[in-house]
């Protein structure tokens, strides 16, 4: 499913059409302006961040840990360079001093990396923590 011209979207729904699934959610994508997926992220130990999924219109994204205090989502082709917007950083305040930083990696990842103030990568700073990522077309 992708973004459309208005041309196109209008084809789908003249009189007596019957638009697929497809064509829906090519309607939706257009209609959106971008994909997005936004989640609250949780993670402990040495183990993959686990997401509960609020929105994905991007595609089933993976989680997985990649070394202390550092997260990847990852999904072949789905965070173009120029187009990918991800949730900014967020500094913790004095009663929880972590410091999490997101940001497109490539065009197949996205990076969440938890640190002290050492700068140190810290494993279980993420508890129910926001994250959009949005891609534009």
């Known amino acids: 499913m992708t973004a459309q011209t208005p041309t196109v979207l209008k084809s789908y729904f003249e009189t007596g059409d019957r638009p697929t699934a497809a064509q829906y959610g090519d309607f939706i994508d257009t209609a959106c302006g ?17 997401a509960t999924v609020l929105q994905n219109t991007i595609g089933a994204v993976v989680w997985s840990r990649d070394t202390i205090g550092a997260y990847l989502c990852t999904l072949l082709g789905a965070f173009p360079a120029g187009k990918t917007y991800v949730s900014p950083r967020y500094q913790a305040n004095a009663a929880d001093p972590f410091t999490i930083e997101t940001q497109r990696a490539s065009d197949d990842a996205v990076t969440i ?25």
């Open 113 to 137: 990396t938890a640190y002290n103030n050492a700068p140190t990568g810290v494993d279980g700073a993420l508890t129910n923590f926001p994250i959009e990522i949005r891609v534009y077309p």
């Open 34 to 50: 971008y994909k997005s997926y936004v989640a609250l992220l949780t993670q402990s130990g040495t183990a993959a961040p686990v």
